[in-house]
């Protein structure tokens, strides 16, 4: 069966399918979530490969600003702007615990917004978490 084409896929899938992965191989910390009647395709609503959640959540991600959170503590899945803010696209969303809505770190499309004023992109690092993180917020 032939895959969608890349520019339908997220983040994780494009950057997998480079690396020689394939929907019935993949590394252990993803899944490729079809029901259990369907043959396992990258065809999928979530656009391919999507993580497993004992292991994202136990992963360290950082704002703008430097402030660092677990991926417990971030919120997935929002589409808007034409941006699909997820994990799998590295764009999940935190909310600040400053409640700093002028930030002007933080995306441009989550500025100024009314509900989302006060939200933050993260993005995944490889940095060992720190309670006490380490952060601008000028």
Sequence with gaps: MR??????????????????YIAEHH????????????????????GGFTYKRWWIFEQTFKTPCG?????L???????????EWTFENDMATIHCPYE???????????QE?????YDCEVHMTEEEYCYE???NIS
């Design 3 to 20: 895959e969608k084409e890349h520019e339908e896929y997220n983040a994780l899938t494009k950057r997998l399918l480079e690396e020689g």
């Design 27 to 46: 590394p252990d910390y993803v899944r490729v979530d079809v029901p259990m009647w369907q043959e396992k395709t990258l065809d999928n609503y979530d």
């Design 67 to 71: 402030l660092q959170c677990k991926g």
């Design 73 to 83: 503590q971030c919120h997935s899945n929002m589409s808007y702007m034409g941006i």
């Design 100 to 110: 700093k809505k002028e930030c002007k770190l933080k995306h441009e499309y989550l």
């Design 113 to 117: 917004h009314g509900v989302l004023r």
């Design 133 to 135: 993180g380490v952060w």
